[in-house]
């Protein structure tokens, strides 16, 4: 173990240490989370997970938590939910009323885990880290260890909720090197129905530290989709753990929208612990300049009939770094299973590069489970061809940059994300 | 309209054309023929300025400008088209979206407005009646999943639609049933104009029974070794090339 990580590492127990008492509920929790943090600290390129990640960057910072002094004036722009959805908003770490409005249908609840921490812990003590276990990867145990607030939505039987929930979580710019742990509980009874956008945004030049944790309970024939949109700040370090349980005839699709941050890594683990539970998971990474994004995604078959797909692709420019390292498990009794799995990465520059790596373990005889990546370059005689139509080079890149992207955009069902995503990949692209 | 002068040109250090000489007029079609391997694909490349090619000596000029020292773009904008000899299959971009970025891109460069989805959708299916393509091709990812003839219809809808001042075929009738064959002849013929002119580039005689040329030139080891009226293309047909091949062989 390094010196510097052992630094790093008891750097954050001390602010534990400090701060950890006044942290409402939760106490053994968050003790039981701090002491697996410093028993596991930052993990080292040593372990497989983390081979092409070095945390090195985000070890050096002596990132404290937020204090929550941020002027949310800077977010003003922002006020009025700019996907005319149901929004609950955050500025650093802390629940934002002034940008948030919530009109819900009975039943249906959505609070700031704030709220719920201070009024009635017991309320969600039935799921908070049953996924994201304070035993498990390094970064869910310090969340669990420092969460002061957050998202809880509880969806009972049968609920359909029609307009897309918005969370947001704004990063604000000030001095110092902050940290939050943002933690999102997303409980859905049977059948239960419902839209989820979580997009983290942070301004130019801000150097904080995101460190999420989802977790999401899917009950039997449930339907979540779930909508992540990262545009962190390009100096900023950016987290998520997202753990996802499915029972019988549950569907979760997600996408995963990253186009932020100096590093982002997410963790994502489904569980399809019942019959016929469908997953699906997107990804779209678009980095430049020194940017690195990370996605390990894990689908674990448990039970018969499970059906998974996972599609992400990368385009990545400059010296940026994508990882895509996906793990399909087939247990034993998930027979029928079906699984597929294809990582598609577009690189811009000579610089830029990618690491891609399936990993299967099948331990059922009766399943279909494929798995393919690609990593390509602009096609040459396309480019010509395009060219020799009298379209010029630079809208000829961004024309099959697009429609390679486009793959992913257009399987994005809220018209104002999709909408979003396409600006923003249209001024990354502007370089190209 | 076009003047190529004494034109040498290769792939990589490899030496294909070896002083090229050919004049075209407003109007005029002409068509090249030659065996395989004469340099007829290097020549129409050359003309689009595909990288890879390089020219080591004369010049080709279109209108009085140096066409090689001209981008691909500006060359298209500037009114010169080739017809592809194998076209790409583009996933991802809609056939009439990226016909109407073309034909906008030289639009602008012509300076005149630029056409809105729905003007281009209108003469877009007009020119598309002419070449028998049905509007699901028209929607469809450029070429792909098309058929070998759907491919050469497509490049017939581009020329249409882009209204090139020269049109450069390359093999545009290789692997055509008859059909198909006199679809694409009716393309070309439907573009010929006083203002215009052709270079069709062929292997086979039959194509310039629909495509009737001015003249016949043919292209043997990276030169223009012959040139007639269309009379020479029969006698191409009659006594194979194996005849210029013999005529050359006797040229001290």
Redesign the interface.
Known sequence: MSQETLEAKDHYVGEFERTGRALPAFEALRRQGIERFAALGFPRGREEAWRFTDLTPLTEIPFRPASGTANPAQFAGLAKGPLKACQIAFVDGRYAPAFSSLDLPPGVRISSLAAVFRDDPKRVEPWLARLAAPDGNPFASLNTAFMNDGVFIFLPKGAEFPKPIHLLFLSSLHGEAYMTNPRVLVVAEESARASVVASYLGPAGGGYFTNAVTEVFLGEDAALDFTKVQRESHEAFHFETLQVHQARGANFTHHSISLGARLARNDFTATLDGEGADCTLYGLYEVTGGQHVDHHTTIDHAKPYGTSRELYKGVLDGRARGIFDGKIVVRPAAQKTNAMQTNKNLLLSKDALVNTKPQLEIFANDVKCKHGATIGQL????L??????????A??RR??I???V??IVDTVKNDAVRSQIGGCYGLLMGRA | MLEIRDLHAGVGDKPVLKGLNLRVGPGEVHAIMGPNASGKSTLAHVLAGREGYTVTAGQALYRGKDLLAMSPEDRAREGVFLAFQYPVEIPGVGNAYFLRSAYNAIRKHRGQPELDAADFLKLLKEKAKLVQMTEALLSRPVNEGFSGGEKKRNEMLQMLVLEPTLAVLDETDSGLDIDALRVVAEGVNHLRSPERAVVVITHHQRFLHYVVPDRVHVLYDGRLVKSGGKELALELEEKGYAWVEKEMANVP
């Open positions: 096609d040459e005689a396309v010509f061809y395009l060219r020799s139509r009298g379209i010029g080079l809208e000829a024309l099959l697009h429609a390679f486009s793959e």
